[in-house]
Structure formats: structure tokens, C-alpha cells
């Protein structure tokens, strides 16, 4: 393998808070192990118009307490032809970037995995998406703080909802994973969550209404992740609307509010392992591999493993949410 002097860096995909503290370890164990540190804006889009610029030191200065991402984020369809990957390259070819490392999803993670497969490329990934469903990882950069997000508004909503004694419907993020709204509903204290990891088992709602969730109680909190295949909360409210008219039903749509905010405590000292272990990973001769965690330890996941194996959902953890909301 050629030796490696220059990094890139780039953020894709959706945004996750803790991708600047990733940024910021990147950028510094780069330079601490002398290696050069390109930051490359707006994902895959920047890296074919060339939008790449020198990182020292100082780019990622007081940066670790802040959301969003200081490298910007963009979809790029061209970067899923091969004529654009070649751009691609040839950009990166011109600023004698040897390595790059790529903080996003799902998506970010397979575009990565193509590249590095057509050119020869090392690239490592760092899992950063609220989400939390990349496999080979515990948790994912950016989903405890959107966890406790989730948390923070859900109290809020609680208040209104006993006022009135009704039956909310909140939905999170989570288009094909439901972390977010099962934890969400074990820390929040809610009654039920509706995830499309059991939607096609069994009629969450039918269940939660035929096993009368709301006998001892004058109102209640169901999450429910966005998918199509849970039907969404306005769909299920318009359900209950039908089929159960005795409920007085609302729905609160989170959306882009659990992207937002600084970073937890648990996200930046994740990003910014995760980051460190990065640049590690490329000095030992690993390439295209993500970067996990598991059972606190630091781990190396194929590209192929971490994107194309389903990451399960914890069962035992539906039993509990069963449990304590009686």
C-alpha cells in the first residue's frame, strides 16, 4: 500500500450532532500522527466541484460543542455514476489526497464502498446518523443526542396531553429503524411505540387498543417512527379517527428538531474516539472499514457488513416498554 500523507475529510448525508467533534478528532490525530488534512465541503458534491480547502489546527477550533456539521452536508446524484466518481477521483488526484475518511449513513457509507471498490482507494467511514441503524455498531454518532431530544420534547407534550386527556400520536425519525422511538418511549415513560421492525408481524395499533392501554389512565404517548411501513402518526391517527372514534386523538411531528443541538456529553467523547480511531485505522493499513463501537471497545466493520446486514432491535426491550406502561 502507498504510503499515506494527505487525508481528506467530508461530511455526508443527513446531519448528526457530534459530526463536528468527529471532524475535529479527525483533523487533529491527522496532523498529531503528520499526516496533511484536507476538509472537503458540501459531501460528495464539494469533492467533484472541488470545493476543498487546507485544514490545520485552528479550522476546527471550538467546533466540538456545536450541531450540524462546519464541512455542510448535500445529496449528490452525480457521485452515484461512474463518470462522476471519476470526477471525483481526478479532484482528489489533483490535491494529492492519499486516504479519505466519511462521516454519514447509510447511503454516504455505500457510495464510499463503491469508490473505494472502483479506484483502489482507502477510505474509512464513521457511522454518523440519528438513526442508529448501521449494523456492527452500538450506537451511531448523532442518536443519543436525538435521543434525548426525543426525551425533552415528549415531557413537554406529556403536559398538554394530560390536561386534556388525550391520546398522542408523536412521530420520530427512523424511516426503516426504530431506535428512536422505542427508546425514545422507555425514557419518556410513553405508552407504546409503533416500529416497522414488528409492523408487518403484527397490527401494533389493533394490539395496543384491544389490550386497553388507557384503562388506568386519563391520557397517552404513543412514538411512532416516520416509515411508510407503520403508516406514520398521521396516518394512525386517522385510523383511530375511524375505527376507535372514542379516542380524542393529536399527532406532533418532531421532524428536523431531533437533528439539531449541541451534542450530549456520551455523543463528543463517542465522535471524537471514533475520529482518533480513524486516523488509527489508516496508519495500520485498513481500509474501507467503519468505524463501531462495541461493548465500549473500539471496533473495525467492513463497508459490506455495516451497510448491507439489518441491525436488529433489541426485543427484551419491547417486553420492558410492555411492562411499565400499565
Do not use: W
Not at 309 to 317: A, F, G, M, S
Amino acid at each position: 500500500m502507498a504510503e499515506i500523507k494527505t487525508v481528506g475529510i467530508l461530511t455526508s448525508g443527513g446531519d448528526a450532532p457530534g459530526m463536528n467533534a468527529a471532524i475535529r478528532a479527525v483533523t487533529r490525530s491527522a496532523i498529531y500522527c503528520g499526516l496533511n488534512v484536507k476538509g472537503i465541503y458540501r459531501g460528495y458534491r464539494g469533492l467533484i466541484a472541488d470545493e476543498i480547502v487546507d485544514f490545520h489546527t485552528q479550522n476546527v477550533s471550538n467546533i466540538i460543542q456545536m450541531g450540524g456539521t462546519i464541512l455542510k452536508t448535500a445529496r449528490c446524484k452525480e457521485f452515484q455514476t461512474p463518470e462522476g466518481r471519476q470526477l471525483a477521483y481526478d479532484v482528489m488526484q489533483r490535491h494529492h489526497i492519499d486516504a479519505l475518511v466519511v462521516i454519514g449513513g447509510d447511503g454516504s457509507l455505500t457510495g464510499a464502498r463503491i469508490f473505494a471498490n472502483e479506484f483502489n482507494f482507502p477510505i474509512i467511514g464513521l457511522p454518523g446518523t440519528i438513526d442508529n441503524d448501521l449494523y456492527g455498531t452500538d450506537s451511531t454518532i448523532g442518536y443519543d443526542t436525538a435521543l434525548n431530544t426525543i426525551m425533552d420534547c415528549v415531557d413537554k407534550i406529556r403536559d398538554t396531553a394530560t390536561s386534556h386527556e388525550r391520546l398522542f400520536f408523536i412521530e420520530v425519525m427512523g424511516r426503516d429503524a426504530g431506535f428512536l422511538a422505542l427508546n425514545g418511549a422507555i425514557a419518556a415513560g410513553a405508552e407504546a411505540a409503533i416500529i416497522p421492525e414488528i409492523s408487518t408481524q403484527v397490527d401494533q395499533l389493533a394490539e395496543l387498543i384491544q389490550n386497553g392501554f388507557r384503562k388506568s389512565k386519563n391520557s397517552s404517548i404513543v412514538l411512532v417512527a416516520e416509515s411508510p411501513v407503520t403508516g406514520g402518526a398521521m396516518g394512525l391517527a386517522e385510523r383511530v379517527k375511524n375505527e376507535y372514534p372514542g379516542y380524542d386523538v393529536r399527532v406532533s411531528i418532531l421532524g428536523h428538531l431531533q437533528r439539531g443541538g449541541s451534542p450530549t456529553a456520551y455523543d463528543r467523547i463517542l465522535a471524537s474516539r471514533m475520529g482518533a480511531a480513524a486516523i488509527d485505522a489508516l496508519m495500520d493499513d485498513q481500509r474501507n472499514v467503519m468505524i463501531g463501537i462495541k461493548n465500549d471497545e473500539i471496533v473495525y466493520v467492513p463497508f459490506t457488513r455495516a451497510i448491507k446486514k439489518e441491525k436488529p432491535i433489541n426485543r427484551d426491550l419491547l417486553d420492558t416498554l410492555r411492562r411499565l406502561s400499565i
